[in-house]
């Protein structure tokens, strides 16, 4: 079974950024879309982002819009979500995964965006 390793996380004003990466090891990463999810204190995990295959499309909730990017290096078998003017709703363990999930979740990264 493939780990899912996310780290980059941490403790940040509002207007900061960040950006996250994601690790997998095995091939089934490498073989399907990949999604960044959160979940907030309180709330269901939700998909914020995800890119395609072969990494020609990304999708964004609406509330990310313009602000998170997601790519993918497969070679490295990574993907990374930068993340840029945060605000404290983006508060949350982020964690990456294949869309649909089809891997074990891993440790996730904390983000918090407080003043």
């Known amino acids: 079974q493939a780990e899912l390793v996310e780290s980059g996380g941490g403790a940040v004003e509002p207007g900061g950024s960040l950006r996250l990466s994601c690790t997998a090891s095995?091939?089934?990463?490498?073989?399907?879309?990949v999604g960044w999810y959160r979940q907030a204190p309180g709330k269901q995990r939700e998909l914020v982002a995800d890119?395609?295959?072969?990494?020609?499309?990304?999708n964004y909730v609406d509330s990310v819009k313009g602000r998170f990017t997601i790519w993918r290096d497969h070679g490295q078998n990574t993907a990374y979500l930068y993340m840029n003017n945060l605000k404290p709703d983006d508060t949350a363990v982020y964690y990456c995964?294949?869309?649909?999930?089809?891997?074990?979740w891993g440790q996730g990264t904390q983000v918090i965006v407080s003043a």
């Open positions: 995964n294949t869309k649909p999930t089809y891997l074990s």
């Open positions: 095995g091939s089934m990463f490498g073989r399907f879309a």
């Open positions: 890119i395609s295959l072969d990494g020609l499309s990304t």
